[in-house]
């Protein structure tokens, strides 16, 4: 039976680390909404919209037309990535053009895309 290197075999509590911690930790509501938020992301076609709309504001036929999907399937996924903050749109005579939401937005999008490349 082989020991498992990374577990912590003390049994020092380290005080001052612990309590410093916990008057840094949010409330539920915080973790509930990150991990929402998370989740959120968390879905292939959402990624794929994320990924084109990092590149140019589109509107839902073309980034149907990216995706090689229906204008109802992203209209929905549009959806839910606009009532979760993740995206916005703009409406200019009967089009409608939608864009990431706002620097954050970009920057989660890029740094978690740098991150999987970068461990190649």
Known sequence: MSKNEFVCDCNII???VVNKVLKQMPDQDLF????????????TTRSKILFALD???????????VLGMS???ISHQ???LRRSGIVKCRKEGKEVYYMLDDEHI??????????IEHKK
């Open 14 to 16: 380290h005080e001052e």
């Open 32 to 43: 509930n909404k990150l991990a929402e938020f998370f989740k959120i992301l968390g879905d």
């Open 55 to 65: 590149e140019h504001e589109m509107c839902v036929c073309d980034i149907a037309n």
């Open 71 to 73: 204008k109802s399937s």
């Open 78 to 80: 549009l959806s839910t």
């Open 106 to 115: 970009k920057q989660v999008f890029e740094i978690g895309k740098e991150h």
